[in-house]
Structure formats: structure tokens, C-alpha cells
């Protein structure tokens, strides 16, 4: 019997357009760095929404034991979402009579439970690096993807009302939200991200900040512990950082089975200027309408709201509240 490669069967999914073309503008030198390193390999760029998690899916199934993202979080979202069988959203959830998401039955389905998932983040906000630590360039990070070394990292799971009203769900590795930070990335996806990550999502908080208005919100943490309380956003984090460099959850780790979940409390306009900055630096924990708690399982919905309260995964906007989140520990192999 052979002996396995020292390097995985590497297949890449790039995203031309991500970091405001960069992907694109760079490809030339990062598929010679990946050829250099990595042998056995094919790539595939995405030409829209959803195309990254259908790209994994297929190959996985052709037998590629690691898939690589390029691109920012938004598409490595994407390609984790591919790693797993497409969530039966209308049957493993339901909504109960008090208006919570409850889970019938969320057990990942892997395409291929050996699969080890890489990254190349060349994207907007590259939130998820920053916890990971791979802040290195582009041959750096390319380096990493070589020999069979990888880490189990937790896989955050979210169900949720899609924008038609029916039950859908969606994988996670870093952050998930609720509140105004969806109607942040509401305005951050609509716009132009030339100016970079930092600035695109200061603009952008500002923007949804104005227009945002704090709403009734209960939160059961655990199934046991309920909150009930006006509140500006749900945060329950994987990760530590989010919107450009927000260090929005010191001490998140992805490997202890606990997500951190931090309430933003009844914040005003005025209070929201002051705070911002203090969130780069993790500061903004020691207000009085700031909380953090830890669980495994978080239920959110609004009370008595008529408006649609928006969901933030990953830097995405699918859909918005009630909604489920869900910790699946280590369940994931990423390449380090």
C-alpha cells in the first residue's frame, strides 16, 4: 500500500472580485506560489452568490481532500457551507408557540468527514485572520497549506427566517448577529470597498446607526437563562473579531465549545459614537449596557416588533430573527 502524499489533494475556489478585485489582480502570483508548494492541484473561480458552496460540494465529492478559499469571509463562508450536506432547514427546526427557533434535529451531515478546510483571506474585512493569526502575506499563508498539519476548530450553526419567511440555516466560523449589525452589512454590501475593510465598515456602522432604532429583544441562553430587554445587538461570537477589525469578543477561542456571546445593550446615537472606537481595542466591555455571557445554544427573537430585525453571518445578510445558533464542537479540520 502507498504512503500518502505530504501534501493534501488541494482544490482552490477563488474569488475574483473579492478585496475590490485584488483577488483577480493578484491571481498570476498566487497560483504560482500554489503550484510551487502544492503539487496536486485544480482551482475554480466563483462567478456569483452561492457558487463557492456548490464548487465545494462537488469537489469533495470528486475526491479533493482539501479545499482552499481565497478571498474574504464572505466566501470562505461559502466554501465552509459546502462542506456539508445542505441543512434541512423545514425539518430539523421549527418555531415554537412562544416564537423561538427550536432544533428538531441539527447534526452537520459532512460531504466528506475527513476534509480539511484552507485559507488564503484576501478580503474586505478579514475578520477571521485576525483571530487565526494569519496576518502574514500571501507566500506566508501559502506556505501554511503544505504538509498534513491541521487543527479541530468549532462550527457554528444558525437557523433563521430567510427573507421569504420560511425556515433556512447556515454554517459559521466566526460571527453571527443579530440587531444592527445586519444593517450594517446591508450597507456594506451595497457599497464600494475600495477604501478597505477598516473604513468600509466605519462608514458603514455610522450609516446604519443613524437609521437604526433599538428593539425589544428575548434571549435564552442555554435553554435556561432568559433575557429580556431593549437591546441594539445579539453578538454571539466564535471568533474575536468582526466588522473590519472590531475586536468585538476578547477571548473568543475557536476550539472550547462555547461560543461568547456579547448584548449591546440600550445604547444611544450618542453613546454608540462613543463606544465604536473603544471596540478596536476591546475596551468597550467595561460599559454598564455592554454584558458578555457564554453558552452553547442561543434563541433570539423580537418582541412586539413590527419591523424585521437583520441578520449579520459572516459579514452576510440572509435573512433575520427568531434564530437559532448552535455549537458544534470540533467539528471542523482546518489547515494551519
Not at 11 to 35: Q, T
Not at 49 to 76: F, K, N, Q
Not at 240 to 265: H, K, N
Not at 319 to 326: E, H, Q, R, S, V
Request: a neutral charge.
Amino acid at each position: 500500500m502507498s504512503s500518502p502524499s505530504v501534501n493534501y489533494r488541494t482544490f482552490v475556489i477563488a474569488n475574483p472580485i473579492a478585496a475590490a478585485g485584488n483577488v483577480k489582480d493578484e491571481w498570476p502570483l498566487i497560483e504560482r506560489l500554489l503550484r510551487a508548494n502544492l503539487p496536486e492541484l485544480d482551482y475554480a473561480f466563483t462567478d456569483g452568490p452561492g457558487h463557492a458552496t456548490l464548487l465545494t460540494r462537488e469537489a469533495l465529492r470528486a475526491g479533493w481532500e482539501m479545499v482552499v478559499s481565497v478571498g474574504g469571509d464572505g466566501t470562505l463562508n461559502e466554501v465552509l457551507n459546502g462542506f456539508y450536506d445542505r441543512p434541512k432547514a423545514q425539518e430539523d427546526f421549527s418555531i415554537s408557540e412562544r416564537g423561538f427557533v427550536c432544533a428538531e434535529n441539527s447534526t452537520p451531515t459532512p460531504v466528506n468527514p475527513d476534509a480539511v478546510l484552507g485559507v488564503i483571506p484576501m478580503g474586505t474585512g478579514g475578520d477571521f485572520r485576525r483571530t487565526l493569526g494569519l496576518m502574514g502575506g500571501i507566500a506566508e499563508t501559502v506556505d501554511r497549506l503544505r504538509g498534513r498539519h491541521t487543527r479541530a476548530i468549532d462550527l457554528g450553526q444558525v437557523a433563521y427566517l430567510n427573507h421569504k419567511d420560511k425556515l433556512a440555516s447556515h454554517y459559521f466560523l466566526n460571527i453571527a448577529a443579530a440587531g444592527l449589525s445586519g444593517l450594517v452589512d446591508h450597507y456594506v454590501n451595497r457599497s464600494w470597498k475600495g477604501l478597505g475593510g477598516t473604513t468600509s465598515f466605519a462608514i458603514g456602522t455610522l450609516r446604519a446607526g443613524i437609521k437604526w432604532k433599538n428593539a425589544q429583544m428575548a434571549v435564552v441562553l442555554d435553554g435556561t437563562t432568559e433575557i429580556d430587554d431593549m437591546l441594539q445587538n445579539v453578538i454571539v461570537a466564535n471568533g474575536a473579531y468582526f466588522g473590519g477589525g472590531m475586536w468585538i469578543a476578547p477571548g473568543a477561542l475557536v476550539d472550547d465549545g462555547q461560543f461568547e456571546v456579547i448584548l449591546m445593550r440600550d445604547l444611544s446615537f450618542r453613546e454608540s459614537l462613543v463606544i465604536l472606537p473603544q471596540i478596536y481595542s476591546g475596551k468597550h466591555l467595561s460599559s454598564r449596557k455592554v454584558t458578555r455571557h457564554q453558552a452553547e445554544q442561543i434563541a433570539v427573537r423580537a418582541v412586539g416588533e413590527d419591523r424585521d430585525i437583520l441578520l449579520d453571518i459572516d459579514g452576510e445578510q440572509p435573512g433575520k430573527l427568531p434564530a437559532l445558533w448552535k455549537m458544534h464542537r470540533g467539528a471542523l479540520k482546518f489547515k494551519v
